[in-house]
């Protein structure tokens, strides 16, 4: 890497904070290029070479994840609502431009997500992390946990997600505000065809699980020791922080990895809170 690209990657890291900070405001071009300290008139292919969509199209697909989110697990915000927080005049013009990515309406998304076109079409561009990577040890109790179990392509994983919570709503077993909510990863899902991919969709129990036509079952996340390291921001993007708590961590730790699967803590989610404030603890078993 040579000395101008660090300078680059973090003018526009800068630009990129910016912009999910301020995602309800107009963001020009000129002003995203001042907060840059580059020239308006080079700006967009700047951007462009860093992220890979151009700017316009990244902060429209910022705003729509935030309003499929929304359609999908907020049910309380009227179609309007979420069209006019999602920046749309109307919600004819949110409507256009939804369905020209998604496929569907936003009403039709409401009602049946189709969640495999959602994951190939809103996809944001990779980011490289641009800290070191930091991990704690913690020794952890047994976790009784309920447990809805994933098997199939990682493009479906939020039909799971959206059972699971259907289930979670009305189940007095794991209340989400009293308890952890937590993904038990079984595959890596570049290493296996997306048909083998497992995944628990877990929430910790606090009472006895009840018989359910969900397909919920009780499990346990096994104790023991953990290497604890905090993934910030869209989960889609918690694979580099893996890769980093692998890569950066551990060969420089002394520790060796447990015969166990990892899992993750979503601390906090959307659409409760913007996709960049997002925080997620990745649990690594050590011997």
Not at 78 to 97: I, T
Not at 100 to 122: I, K, L
Not at 184 to 202: G, K, L
Request: glycine share 4%; net charge negative; with cysteine.
């Amino acid at each position: 890497m040579n000395d101008s690209q660090p300078f680059y990657a973090r003018r526009l890291e800068r630009v990129l904070t910016f912009i999910e900070d301020h995602l309800d405001e107009d963001l020009p071009l000129d002003r995203l290029a001042s907060i840059a300290g580059f020239s308006k008139y080079h700006f967009h292919r700047q951007f462009r070479a860093h992220v890979g969509v151009p700017v316009a199209r990244f902060i429209a697909l910022l705003r729509l994840r935030r309003a499929s989110y929304q359609l999908a697990f907020a049910r309380e915000h009227r179609v309007l609502d979420v069209a006019l927080d999602a920046g749309f005049d109307s919600p004819e013009a949110f409507a256009r431009a939804f369905k020209s990515t998604q496929g569907q309406s936003p009403s039709a998304f409401r009602r049946a997500p189709d969640w495999a076109r959602w994951t190939a079409e809103f996809h944001l561009p990779p980011r490289p992390r641009t800290d070191t990577m930091q991990a704690s040890i913690v020794t952890l109790d047994p976790i009784p946990v309920a447990v809805l179990e994933h098997h199939g392509p990682p493009a479906t994983l939020m039909r799971s997600v959206q059972r699971f919570i259907a289930w979670r709503e009305q189940s007095p077993a794991s209340p989400e505000a009293s308890t952890r909510t937590l993904g038990v990863v079984y595959d890596d899902p570049d290493s296996v065809a997306p048909e083998q991919f497992r995944f628990d969709i877990c929430a910790e129990l606090a009472g006895p699980l009840e018989s359910n036509d969900a397909g919920v079952i009780e499990k346990r996340v096994a104790g023991g020791r953990y290497a604890v390291a905090r993934h910030r921001g869209s989960t889609d993007e918690i694979s580099v922080s893996v890769l980093a708590l692998y890569r950066e961590w551990l060969p420089n730790s002394g520790e060796r990895v447990r015969d166990a699967p990892m899992f993750f803590h979503y601390i906090e989610r959307m659409p409760r809170v913007a996709e960049h404030e997002q925080v997620t603890d990745i649990y690594l078993p050590l011997a």
